[in-house]
């Protein structure tokens, strides 16, 4: 008897405070969706100023852009004239990217046309024209990285073939100078290479980019072409003209991999400001009905508590 009495009187008791009744829905209050309201609402602001500052800066890089493409041309239009038979089986792959992130898939798309490249691939950027012979890359080519974020890619997934890696390079926009020591540096690395494959990101449009690769002979394959061999010339000049080469096509690949670095940002921002826009509105619907039915809820009240008296 006196059991029953003791199990009673519990039950009856009130339940501490702030536990939740056995029957409470799982639902936010108004104070944490206020919270998270506020929250977006910053988030939208930083993200639309982000926007802001990348557009202006990718019309600075895309002017840049132009400027280095010279170089690259350049470059091209000697290659063009110095062909060479003697096959080039020791590459060196050099990835371009950046220290930065919020730029949508800019590293993780050179990232992956390089191990495209390393396991020859049908869809690698250095597969031949239709009717060429294909030439086989070795999966244990060096590897150089500009910028930390796709070293930290490929870290994990090829993290044995990487013998150098760049930073601080294209925190603005790119020089000739930080390609020429880049490019000093290469050469004095003493990594043995018949020539230079650059990977980097291909400016299509303000809105799309694609990776592509560039190839570039070393000293041993300009020495040996066909063009070179018309001449006497020293080997200093050879070799000069190797690292100037391998300069042009770092600088020129640098400012449109800079170009489509501002592109993808500006439109990762544009994408989340969006997304944030359209949070706040679920959110201030969601605030809106539970503030209507807390009003609701306290005028039944006292309704229900005039009519009693």
Known sequence: MLARRTLSRAVAQPSPLGAAPPNARNMATLREIELRLKSVRNIEKI????????????AKAQRAMQAGKQYGLANAEVFAHTPSDKPTPNKLFIVISSDKGLCGGIHSSVTKATRRALNNDADSPLAPAEGAVAQQIDSASPIMVIGDKSKAQLMRAVGG?????????GRDIPTFADAAGVADLIVKSGVKYDSVVIVYNKFVSAISYEA????VKGEEGLRESNGFKAYENEDDATKDLAEFSLANALFAALTEG???????????MDNASKN???MISKLQMQYNRGRQAAITNELVDIITGASAL
């Open 161 to 169: 073939n990487l013998r150098m890696s760049f930073n601080q390079i």
């Open 258 to 268: 800079h170009a489509c670095e501002q592109s993808s940002r500006r439109n990762a």
């Open 276 to 278: 944030a826009t359209e």
């Open 212 to 215: 592509a690769a560039i190839e």
């Open 47 to 58: 993200t639309k100023s982000m926007k802001m500052i990348a557009s202006t800066k990718l």
